[in-house]
C-alpha cells in the first residue's frame, strides 16, 4: 500500500496547520536552502540559461534577473496559455527572455524591450548561444516609445513586465489594450521588494498596475519571494 495516509502517527513534522495567508506574519517557509532544491529539482538551468544567469556577475551589471523556478512557472504559463506572440519590457541579460521563448512554438516570437544597450548585447548574445536568435527581437529603447512600435505585431499572448517600477501603471495599461482575451499579463517584483504600500511614487504606481489591472483581466497575485502578478485578459 503507497503513503495515502498523510500522517504517520511518528508526532508532527509540519507546524501546527495554519491557513497559507498566515504567512503574511512573515514567515514563509521559503529558506535559501529550500529555495536553491526546489530550483535544482524542478527547474535546473542547462547550460544556456546558466550563462545567462550568470552575466551578470562576469560582466558588472545588476543580478536582478529572475529566480530559476519563477522563469520557468513564466515559462509553463506561456505554454498553459499557448501563447505565441510574446512582449517583455526589461531584457537584462536574456534570462527570462530564454525562459519565454522556449515555451513558444517554433513560429512563435518575443519582442524584449531594452533601454540600456550595454545589457541588450549581453542579451543578443546569450540568446545566439541558446539557439534563440529567430524568435527574439531585442529592441533597444526607453519602453514607453518602443511599445508603440510593436503594435502591429499584436495582438499579444502575453506581456511580462520587469522594468522600471515607477511606470508598472503604464505599462499595464498597455498590456490590456494589446494583450488578446485569455492572454496573460506577468508582472515580477509585484510585492515592490515589500514596499507595495509605501508612500512613495513607484509605489503608488506599482499599487496603480495591480488595480488597473484587475478591470481588464481576471487576477491573481502569486507570492513568489518578490511577488508575480497574473492576469488572465477577460
Ligand atoms: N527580465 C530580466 C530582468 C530585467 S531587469 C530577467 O529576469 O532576466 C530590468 C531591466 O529593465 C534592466 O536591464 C534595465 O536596464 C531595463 N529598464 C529599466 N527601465 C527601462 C525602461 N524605461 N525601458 C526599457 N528598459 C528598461
Ligand atoms: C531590481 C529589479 C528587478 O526587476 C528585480 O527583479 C529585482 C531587483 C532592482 O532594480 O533592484
Ligand atoms: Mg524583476
Same mark, same amino acid.
Given at each position: 500500500m503507497?503513503g495515502?495516509?498523510?500522517?504517520?502517527?511518528?508526532?508532527? #513534522?509540519y507546524?501546527?496547520?495554519?491557513?497559507?495567508?498566515?504567512?503574511r506574519t512573515?514567515?514563509t517557509?521559503l529558506?535559501?536552502s529550500?529555495?536553491?532544491?526546489?530550483a535544482?529539482t524542478h527547474?535546473p538551468n542547462d547550460p544556456?540559461?546558466q550563462?545567462?544567469?550568470d552575466t551578470p *556577475?562576469?560582466?558588472?551589471?545588476?543580478?536582478?534577473?529572475?529566480?530559476a523556478s519563477?522563469?520557468k512557472?513564466l515559462?509553463?504559463?506561456?505554454r498553459?496559455a499557448?501563447?505565441? #506572440?510574446?512582449?517583455?519590457i526589461?531584457?537584462?541579460?536574456g534570462?527570462?527572455?530564454?525562459h519565454l521563448a522556449?515555451?513558444l512554438?517554433?513560429d512563435?516570437?518575443?519582442h524584449?524591450v531594452?533601454f540600456?544597450p550595454?545589457?541588450?548585447?549581453l542579451? #543578443?548574445a546569450?540568446l545566439?548561444?541558446?539557439?534563440l536568435a529567430? *524568435?527574439?527581437?531585442?529592441?533597444?529603447g526607453?519602453?514607453?516609445e518602443?511599445?508603440?512600435t510593436?503594435?502591429?505585431?499584436?495582438?499579444?499572448?502575453?506581456?511580462f513586465?520587469d522594468a522600471?517600477?515607477?511606470?508598472?501603471d503604464?505599462?499595464g495599461?498597455?498590456?490590456?489594450?494589446?494583450? #488578446?482575451?485569455?492572454?496573460?499579463?506577468l508582472?515580477?517584483n509585484?510585492h515592490?521588494?515589500?514596499?507595495?504600500l509605501?508612500d512613495?511614487?513607484?509605489?503608488?504606481a506599482?499599487?496603480?498596475?495591480?488595480?488597473?489591472?484587475?478591470?481588464f483581466f481576471d487576477t491573481?497575485c502569486?507570492?513568489?519571494p518578490?511577488g508575480?502578478?497574473?492576469?488572465?485578459r477577460k
Open positions: 503507497f495515502l495516509r498523510l500522517s504517520s502517527g511518528g508526532g508532527p #513534522r507546524p501546527p496547520l495554519m491557513a497559507d495567508d498566515d504567512s512573515g514567515s517557509y529558506t535559501p529550500i529555495v536553491d532544491w526546489l535544482t527547474a544556456a540559461l550563462a545567462a544567469y *556577475k562576469e560582466t558588472g551589471i545588476p543580478a536582478i534577473h529572475v529566480g519563477e522563469g512557472v515559462a509553463m504559463l506561456l498553459l499557448s501563447a505565441r #506572440r510574446v512582449v517583455e526589461g531584457t537584462l541579460a534570462y527570462s527572455t530564454i522556449r515555451a512554438p517554433d512563435g516570437h518575443v524584449s531594452e540600456d550595454k545589457h541588450a548585447e542579451a #543578443r546569450n545566439a548561444r541558446a539557439g529567430h *524568435k527574439v527581437t531585442v529592441h533597444i526607453p519602453a514607453l518602443v511599445l508603440p510593436l503594435v502591429p505585431y499584436g495582438p499579444f499572448c502575453a506581456v513586465v522600471d517600477k515607477g511606470n508598472y503604464h505599462y495599461a498597455w498590456a490590456a489594450a494589446h494583450v #488578446r482575451k485569455g492572454g496573460l499579463l508582472g515580477d509585484a515592490y521588494f515589500g514596499n507595495l509605501d512613495s511614487a513607484p509605489a503608488a506599482m499599487r496603480r498596475f495591480h488595480e488597473q489591472a484587475r478591470s491573481v502569486i507570492p513568489t518578490d508575480l502578478l497574473l492576469g488572465v
